[in-house]
């Protein structure tokens, strides 16, 4: 009898949490590492968000609640998100969950039986596949195209689709390349699975950027969309918008009040209810003017960072970067790195063991962080399947204008350190 089930090593890991480790030991060793790693907004929970929290502390609201979610929460979910996409939801079809993933493995262990197939943007958030080989289901990741945006057409999607599928993931804005989607793409989108698709099919929108928008850009939901609504999960949270992801507080609306009740008795088997002082807190986050204005400092700020890390990543040798128009965060395109520093050629060197634990742009993020201090995400942190010669970073740009200044410098020179790599392989240490 083994002490650990099988399907327990199936499930995959979220590496933006890996890293943090790496960054302690590097701290405690006296260094500064600039850290954009982490899909967290560095601003503070807004003043009116967090004083509401503190009243309902003092109201002693700290006992179990409805494990569907505080009515008042999911009813301004409801209008929110209602009125946002156009579309009517009642508070009934709302779940809340604690935070943004649970509803992302909930929804595969609920929709999918073993053999189905899951389709999932790739490069996308990590939990999309984690979870895949855990229930039992197939994985087909949908390639996200450079050319166009790190996004995809409906010819890109049609082709993946068979019988077998069951849930088709969505995430706009995307992390990690804050790609977003126009209504002509999603009509395109929605055209292909109605004719494509099993009535059963789900479609999970991953919507939790929806307020991290530039350039005047605006968010699409493809449940907005004549008969897309009856198929669509729409998932958001306060994690993002409001700068909370401690609060630990995520929502989804359901396409049938039917389908909600069998998520609020998950609810009740895994967490019983999320703490109600919280959901005040988010409900208030939703409903006050006060968080448009907190929302706006954010914009402003990320904007600049944006502009300035683009223009800075676009000067160096070997990489190109596209100007993401959602989210927070940067792709860059780093294959002439990988070339000119020649870490191609020592990753096609090591023994088959070592090449499966990592790739040529995690031994560049690896290196860039333990020799030049810069804590980044590699490609195949969003997505491993077929991600090969696919030579991409992630950088949040969640972090102060003065510690990007500097990562960029630091960057540039671990770029044209080819003699540090070389120590970096020969040191045998941290290739993953």
């Not at 992302?104 to 490069?123: A, F, R």
């Amino acid at each position: 009898m083994n002490l650990i089930s099988d399907r327990t090593a199936l499930i995959n890991t979220e590496n933006a949490f890996k890293v943090g480790p790496y960054i302690v030991a590097l701290e405690n060793a006296g260094h500064k590492v600039v850290k954009c790693n982490l899909g967290e907004p560095d601003f503070p929970l807004p003043a009116h968000v967090r004083e509401e929290v503190k009243a309902q502390l003092d109201k002693d609201n700290t006992h179990y609640c409805d494990p569907q979610g505080v009515l008042g929460l999911r009813k301004a979910v409801a209008k929110y998100i209602g009125d946002a996409r156009g579309i009517s939801i009642s508070a009934e079809q709302v779940v809340v969950f604690p935070g943004g993933k649970p509803p992302i493995g909930l929804c595969q262990q609920t929709y999918c039986n073993p053999g189905d197939e899951i389709i999932y943007p790739s490069p996308g958030f990590p939990i999309y596949e984690s979870f895949i080989h855990y229930v039992g289901a197939v994985p087909v990741p949908l390639h996200l195209r450079e050319e166009l945006g790190f996004s995809f057409n409906g010819a890109d999607l049609e082709k993946l689709i068979t019988p077998r599928t069951k849930l088709i993931y969505l995430n706009f804005p995307s992390n990690p390349t804050g790609g977003v989607a126009t209504p002509e793409q999603l009509e395109e989108i929605a055209d292909v699975i109605q004719r494509r698709c099993d009535p059963n099919v789900r479609i999970y929108s991953d919507e939790i950027y929806e307020n991290i928008l530039f350039d005047g850009v605006k968010n699409y939901s493809i449940a907005s969309i004549k008969s897309m609504q009856e198929k669509t999960i729409i998932a958001s949270g306060a994690s993002k918008s409001y700068s909370w992801t401690g609060g630990r507080v995520g929502w989804a609306v359901f396409p049938s009040v039917s389908e909600a009740q069998l998520f609020k008795n998950l609810n009740i088997n895994y967490f019983s209810c999320i703490p109600p002082y919280n959901q005040e807190g988010a409900r208030l986050a939703i409903e006050s003017p006060e968080s448009e204005k907190s929302i706006a400092v954010m914009i402003k700020a990320f904007v600049e960072r944006r502009d300035f890390v683009v223009d800075a990543l676009n000067k160096l040798p070997g990489v190109k970067c596209k100007l993401p128009k959602g989210a927070f965060y940067v792709f860059p395109n780093i294959s002439g790195v990988i070339e000119n520093l020649g870490i191609d050629k020592a990753y096609a060197a090591m023994p088959e063991e070592v090449r499966n634990s990592t790739s040529p742009s995690t031994l560049f993020q690896m290196f860039l962080l333990w020799n030049h201090l810069v804590a980044t995400m590699d490609r195949k942190s969003f997505g491993q399947i077929g991600c090969e010669n696919m030579h991409y970073l992630r950088l949040s740009i969640a972090t102060g204008i003065e510690d990007l200044k500097l990562g960029m410098e630091r960057m540039a020179n671990a770029i044209n350190d080819a003699a540090g790599f070389v120590k970096f392989i020969e040191n045998k240490e941290h290739f993953s």
